[in-house]
């Protein structure tokens, strides 16, 4: 068994989603990665039918069973520091984020597509941002927007930058997604970075 959310691991899995075919070499001076580390991730991932071999190179098989798997061993909701229900607008609540957080979950995905609707201001942060934020809106609280602050496990290796403010990449998102069990959410996403549909495991 091979936790795919573990930190190094859970890299080679975004770089096989992001490339969709891949080396084990490539892999290893890329990522950085030890060649037993990746060698046993891509075993693994071979014998579960997420990847195959053309015999030169290893191909992203099934996007939708791989990023699912990932959930079993991510539950993002214990990175989930802070639940804030406040009086502010999305934008006010997005303004109050500190220097440096990412948006990612529901904020990243209505960066990313027109039709998403969420009440929902979600960030990676500090656990000293998020105490600070707690108390700077004690006397801001309603049922407008909810701050959802979490910690950055494993660390977001790729963002995107719009304006000032920073998002998880597109990958990240389905992730994040899927493991906070917003499967339906990032259908479309899904269809728009790997041509199928999101499993339902």
């Known amino acids: 068994m091979v936790n795919l959310a573990a930190p190094k691991t859970f890299m080679l899995v975004e770089h096989i ?3 969709k075919s891949f080396t084990q070499y490539s892999a290893i001076k890329g990522l950085k990665l030890s060649m037993p580390l990746v060698n046993q991730v891509t075993h693994y991932l071979l014998d579960k ?12 098989r099934d996007a939708a069973g791989l990023v699912s798997a990932v959930r079993l ?3 993002i909701k214990k990175a989930n520091i802070a639940e804030i229900p406040t009086s502010l607008g999305k934008d006010e609540a997005m303004k109050v984020l500190p220097h440096g957080a990412i948006l990612c979950l529901d904020s990243a995905l209505g960066h990313y597509s027109n039709w998403w609707r969420s009440d929902k201001v ?4 500090s656990e000293k941002d998020a105490a600070e934020l707690k108390q700077r809106l004690v006397y801001r609280q309603g049922n407008k927007t909810t701050l959802r602050l979490f910690l950055e496990k494993p660390a ?15 990958i990240r998102t389905v992730i994040d997604m899927v493991c906070d069990g917003q499967m ?3 259908e479309p996403l899904f269809s728009e ?9």
Do not use: P, Q
């Open 184 to 186: 339906n959410a990032v």
């Open 193 to 201: 970075l790997w041509g199928e549909k999101v499993a339902r495991h």
């Open 156 to 170: 977001v290796k790729e963002k995107t930058k719009s304006g000032k403010r920073l998002f998880t990449s597109k």
């Open 49 to 60: 039918g997420f990847i195959f071999h053309d015999g030169k190179k290893y191909i992203l």
């Open 73 to 75: 061993f991510r539950d």
């Open 17 to 19: 989603l992001e490339k």
């Open 122 to 125: 979600c960030a990676y942060v």
